[in-house]
């Protein structure tokens, strides 16, 4: 079974909806991360969370918010999509002692 | 975080080894190399690391130059599976304090393996 796994693997939605996509992890790591990818572009970082109640903003968080619901659960929405958000998503978890991050399988967005 | 320069592609022939260089002329004492890879639309993968001294792990070897100012990361006998952009990326030690968590994924080395 796969440690990081993101739902759904791909979406197609219109500018102007509600977005979430969910990742969930069973590695028992603290950190968890957000990216988003464009294609030729390396990922950027939009979110990441150190644990439950600790949040931060990454280089691109402006059009995204985030919830860690539990430690295992860590959600990124788009409150209003538009286009320029159609990328491909990762999630990503971290030991507290590690840079070595673990990514999900990502999650290909399409706005309209 | 220092800065790194990658070639932006690579050939290789199957069951060669394959030497993907990394320039980071501006790395600092205490940053580490990093090295992932992510096969086509994919999770990047973690290979490898170091500070000083070469490493090698079950994937690849990483060289890193006495004044650390540029790596290779060898995959000693390249197989098709090996296809994927490379990252090389610099990064602080891991909490050496402050938000010295981040990876910063540049465009990478994309490593074509050729049969």
């Known amino acids: 079974d796969a440690d990081v796994t993101q739902t759904p693997r791909n979406r197609i939605t219109k500018t102007g909806k509600r977005i979430m996509l969910e990742c969930s992890q069973t590695?028992?790591?603290?950190?968890m991360y957000w990216y988003r990818q464009d294609p030729g572009l390396g990922l950027r970082l939009i979110y990441y969370s150190f644990d439950v109640k600790d949040i931060n903003k990454g280089e691109i968080s402006d059009g995204y918010s985030v919830s860690r619901q539990a430690q295992a659960k860590f959600s990124l929405s788009l409150e209003s999509a538009i286009p320029n958000q159609t990328a491909l998503y990762f999630c990503?978890?971290?030991?507290?002692?590690?840079?070595?991050?673990?990514f999900g399988p990502g999650t290909r967005l399409t706005v309209l | 975080d220092a800065k790194t320069t990658q070639p932006p592609s690579m050939d290789c022939a199957e069951g060669r080894a394959a030497n993907l260089p990394c320039n980071h002329s501006t790395i600092s004492g205490n940053e580490y190399v990093y090295w992932y890879r992510q096969i086509h639309s994919q999770g990047p993968q973690y290979i490898i690391h170091g500070l000083k001294n070469n490493e090698t792990n079950e994937m690849a070897s990483l060289i890193i130059t006495e004044d650390r100012k540029s790596s290779t990361l060898i995959l000693p006998h390249a197989t098709l599976r090996d296809t994927a952009v490379y990252y090389c990326i610099v990064s602080p030690p891991r909490d050496s304090g402050g938000s010295n968590y981040k990876l910063t994924f540049g465009k990478g080395t994309l490593l074509t393996v050729n049969p």
């Open positions: 590695k028992g790591h603290d950190r």
């Open positions: 990503a978890t971290s030991e507290r002692q590690s840079r070595e991050q673990f």
